[in-house]
């Protein structure tokens, strides 16, 4: 008797967590990055901006390996990654982190691998058991909890971090959608072609809002850095890795990044990490642990 199974194979979970893991390496820098940024350019300049450049990096990539044109069913697609990972995420934490610091913005953001898992569901048509959702409740109270309680208005949130919210949900769909196509077209394909369909959107935005009177090294330093790693090479990685080993499989690899943004902030940006901001994280990312342990 066959029996049908979705785990993936244990000769490609090392290559995808591998991948995984380098793509998060990368954009676990990304909010400190976006915080030097924003501190001397318009954030909407830095969301858009900094995809619009990286657009002209995937056109010159695209047209050194002869890629072919997606089909319309994939161009579709694209508009979706892009909407997620090319617009959405950009802009909000852009507009957030004008007021709020790498820090907070991490710890908020560690919804992001549960947003993940849960578009992963959606998109594969999966259906995880009551543990899962759990899980999946507890860690997003977990969230809503913190930036409620630590926000300038007592028991309220900031408009911050509503921006954060809206980020990780679109990223979260951006990054299932992403690594489903890049099963087709490859991990560095399906960024470049996504930041190529958003270019009509990001170049008009990106001129309109380029104002470079405040800029100094440090903004320019960050709006390099979200534009060359965060917005194009880190998705070479991180898609591929998606692909190979499964979005809900590799998205635990997320379960570092906040982590690895709070070490950033602190050592770089001299920001303060309390023991709150601490606890939350850990809070949050034992809900996620116990997601994907659900899952599997």
Same mark, same amino acid.
């Given at each position: 008797m066959k029996v049908e199974s979705n785990v993936i194979a244990p000769s490609r979970i090392t290559p995808g967590l591998a991948l995984g893991a380098l793509g998060v390496l990368g954009f676990s820098f990304s909010l400190p990055a976006t915080r030097l940024a924003v501190a001397g350019l318009d954030p909407w300049f830095v969301a858009f901006g900094r995809a619009a450049v990286a657009a002209l990096l995937a056109i010159a990539y695209l047209a050194f390996v002869r890629a072919p044109r997606p089909t319309r069913h994939q161009v579709v697609r694209l508009v979706i990654v892009a909407l997620g990972i090319v617009v959405g995420f950009p802009l909000f934490? +852009?507009?957030?982190?004008?007021?709020?610091?790498?820090?907070?913005?991490?710890?908020?953001?560690?919804?992001? !691998?549960?947003?993940? #898992?849960?578009?992963? /569901? @959606?998109?594969?048509?999966?259906? !995880?058991?009551?543990? &899962?959702?759990?899980?999946?409740? *507890?860690?997003?109270?977990? %969230?809503? =909890?913190? /930036?409620?309680?630590?926000?300038?208005? +007592?028991?309220?949130?900031?408009?911050?971090?509503?921006?954060? $919210? *809206?980020? *990780? %949900?679109?990223?979260?769909?951006?990054?299932?959608?992403?690594?489903?196509?890049?099963?087709?077209?490859?991990?560095?394909?399906? @960024?470049?072609?996504? $930041?190529?369909?958003?270019?009509?959107?990001?170049?008009?935005?990106?001129?309109?809002?380029?104002?470079?009177?405040?800029?100094?090294? +440090? +903004?320019? &330093?960050?709006?390099?850095?979200?534009? =060359?790693?965060?917005?194009?090479?880190?998705?070479?990685?991180?898609?591929?890795?998606?692909?190979?080993?499964?979005?809900?499989?590799?998205?635990?690899?997320?379960?570092?990044? !906040?982590?690895?943004?709070? #070490?950033?902030?602190a050592l770089l940006l001299h920001e303060p990490v309390g023991w709150t901001t601490v606890a939350a994280a850990v809070a949050v990312l034992t809900c996620v642990v116990w997601t994907q342990r659900s899952r599997s």
């Open positions: 934490t +852009s507009l957030a982190l004008t007021t709020q610091t790498a820090a907070h913005g991490a710890v908020v953001v560690a919804g992001l !691998p549960m947003a993940t #898992a849960v578009w992963a /569901v @959606v998109r594969a048509g999966e259906r !995880p058991g009551r543990r &899962f959702w759990l899980a999946s409740g *507890i860690g997003f109270v977990a %969230v809503l =909890v913190f /930036v409620a309680t630590t926000g300038a208005v +007592s028991g309220g949130l900031e408009l911050a971090d509503l921006f954060l $919210l *809206i980020a *990780i %949900v679109l990223c979260g769909l951006g990054y299932a959608e992403g690594g489903a196509l890049a099963r087709d077209l490859g991990g560095a394909r399906t @960024v470049c072609w996504a $930041l190529v369909v958003s270019m009509p959107v990001t170049i008009p935005v990106a001129l309109l809002t380029a104002d470079f009177n405040g800029a100094d090294g +440090s +903004s320019w &330093f960050g709006f390099g850095y979200v534009t =060359v790693i965060s917005m194009f090479l880190g998705f070479f990685a991180w898609y591929a890795g998606l692909a190979r080993g499964g979005v809900a499989k590799v998205g635990q690899v997320q379960l570092a990044q !906040p982590i690895l943004t709070l #070490a950033w902030s």
